[in-house]
């Protein structure tokens, strides 16, 4: 396995879909620190099916970026509506939003699963004490 990433063709260099990638490739790779003081926590090694993920979510925070500066050149309100003059609010907002939710969903299987023992195991417990004789 290895942290490099597959080529990009078909793509000018420096565009903001790979710089945007790269970001996220060290994020995933990088050793993080111990927040306690020990070892730092060692990066991920990223396989090609994680490099696929990467960048479909790259791709998709490139264009909520992009969406965010058309928003800042038109103003986050604008013409429409079914009468003139009639201000309403930028439609690229909401699908800059659905992009970064996007990604997020997409990004989900990398992050790793929490150290904590999975919800509802005492909340049962406690029901089926609770129910247990009144059956």
Do not use: C, Y
Request: charged share 30%; net charge positive.
């Amino acid at each position: 396995m290895t942290n490099d990433p597959p080529e990009t063709s078909g793509r000018p260099a420096g565009s903001r879909r790979d710089r945007i990638r790269a970001r996220l490739i060290r994020q995933f790779t990088e050793d993080l620190p111990d927040p306690d003081g020990g070892e730092p926590i060692p990066g991920q090694v990223l396989d090609p099916a994680d490099h696929v993920l990467l960048d479909n979510a790259a791709a998709l925070l490139a264009e909520a970026e992009a969406l965010e500066d058309q928003v800042r050149r038109d103003g986050r309100m604008i013409n429409g509506g079914m009468r003139a003059g009639v201000k309403v609010i930028h439609p690229a907002i909401a699908q800059a939003e659905r992009n970064r939710t996007a990604a997020d969903r997409v990004l989900r299987p990398l992050r790793p699963a929490p150290d904590t023992a999975p919800r509802g195991h005492n909340a049962r417990s406690a029901a089926g004490a609770r129910w247990s004789g009144r059956l």
